[in-house]
């Protein structure tokens, strides 16, 4: 299987930062994020993931988010840069948006963090999920959700246009002769579209992935219809394994409709592992943490989740019907469902998905939670998992100590690194150069 560790902080669950063992002081500090990313290469993992927004809070409640650790984080291509320079195989994956960015910055940004880190890098494409990022970006509203994946498809088609901006062997650094690189191997891109005009060429050549991985975590319809042409990884949000297996059977099935092999995407959800010596620790564990969870925050979360403010409602009532949301479309699905599947109150509600975003939460020994995960992989509900610590650094030294030699021992996770790029330790090919059988007079 494999493994991603999305960085959160000094940890996931929503109440982390209360834990008396963490220090949330750390939330700024490089070298707690150095300490980690060297761990979790330790534990081979095949990449860091860094989540990102644009806003910190809504205009209307900076009092219900002091309650949480989620209003500070540092710029994610600066922190994997500094990451990339204390590691030597670990990826380095973060969010970059296609509404609120430019093609070109954003080509430019994971290529430089690609050529860094020795052909580590992944871009996460959102189409940004906090309506307060318009307000950032000059904007007085968050576009439509369906005007935001068609932005996003030529978005990427520019970015990866661009990747291709020079041939594999074009640069020549040529001293003798005078020559720094072939220029019938530099391709101007001129893309014109409905949303971008970009001239290029990009001023940075392939790298030894040939382009950076592009992962996504959209479940929507128009989400998945454009992982299916353009993803390489899926992190999808799942609590329940019949439902993961349709998911991950879906994506195949588009992926092959896109003109793509089956096996072309990595499905990784998102899990948040709550780990003891025993059962009954782990469950105390999570129950300390549950406790922790503030019910301004734990309603304003879930509001947030479904696309509806149920401040006005009783805890202990049911969730009302709620339309379709203009942001997390197949995140609020997924909360929906658990809620009618199980008849849950909005109280019973937060206290389940809030603490790790409708992430699955297992709580157990270490050989549960390898006996849960190896348990997707096999029936075909994942090809691997986002693991969300409860707490850094502890959660994470847990799971590297504890779970991870469990399933190395099984045969069902890496012992080393099969390669140098993240590409390598995915099992994903280097994609072909667009322009490599292309005529010589196609360049400049």
Do not use: C
């Not at 992926?255 to 995407?265: E, L, M």
């Amino acid at each position: 299987m494999h493994l991603g560790l999305f960085l959160n902080g000094v940890g996931h669950h929503i109440a982390a930062w209360r834990d008396p063992a963490v220090q949330p002081n750390q939330v700024l500090a490089a070298r707690f994020y150095a300490d980690i990313a060297r761990l979790a290469e330790r534990g081979r993992f095949d990449m860091l993931f860094l989540a990102d927004s644009n806003a910190t809070f809504g205009p209307d409640d900076p009092a219900v988010w002091s309650r949480t650790g989620a209003a500070l984080r540092l710029e994610p291509i600066t922190l994997l840069s500094a990451l990339a320079m204390v590691t030597d195989h670990i990826g380095l994956v973060s969010t970059a948006t296609t509404t609120y960015s430019q093609p070109f910055s954003v080509a430019r940004m994971f290529a430089s963090l690609d050529h860094i880190s020795g052909g580590r890098a992944g871009w996460n494409v959102v189409t940004s999920s906090a309506t307060a990022e318009a307000y950032n970006f000059s904007h007085a509203a968050h576009p439509p959700h369906a005007d935001r994946y068609v932005r996003a498809g030529e978005f990427i088609e520019v970015v990866q246009g661009l990747w291709d901006s020079w041939e594999d062997d074009a640069l020549l650094y040529d001293q003798e002769s005078g020559r720094m690189f072939d220029p019938a191997k530099l391709h101007f891109l001129d893309h014109k579209g409905p949303a971008f005009s970009v001239r290029g060429p990009l001023s940075l050549p392939r790298s030894p992935q040939g382009q950076p991985v592009i992962v996504e975590a959209g479940q929507s319809e128009a989400g998945r219809e454009l992982a299916a042409r353009t993803a390489d990884v899926v992190f999808a949000v799942q609590q329940d394994i019949e439902e993961a297996i349709r998911l991950r059977a879906d994506f195949r099935a588009r992926a092959q409709r896109a003109g793509r092999a089956a096996d072309a995407i990595r499905i990784m959800p998102g899990v948040l592992p709550v780990i003891g010596a025993t059962q009954d620790e782990a469950d105390a564990k999570l129950a300390a943490m549950q406790a922790l969870i503030h019910p301004e925050i734990g309603v304003k979360t879930l509001s947030d989740l479904v696309g509806k403010d149920l401040s006005d409602y009783p805890l202990d009532g049911p969730l009302p019907d709620v339309p379709v949301t203009n942001t997390q479309q197949g995140r609020q699905r997924v909360v929906l469902d658990l809620a009618r599947r199980e008849g849950l109150s909005i109280r019973q509600l937060y206290m389940r998905v809030t603490g790790a975003r409708a992430h699955r939460i297992i709580a157990g020994t270490p050989a549960r939670i390898a006996d849960e995960l190896e348990l997707w992989v096999r029936e075909g509900a994942a090809d691997g998992f986002n693991i969300m610590p409860l707490t850094f650094p502890d959660g994470l030294r847990e799971f590297v100590d504890g779970v991870i030699p469990i399933l190395q021992a099984r045969g069902s996770f890496r012992r080393e690194y099969a390669g140098t790029t993240l590409r390598d330790n995915l099992g994903l090919p280097v994609p072909p150069h667009r322009h490599a059988a292309r005529a010589p007079e196609a360049a400049i």
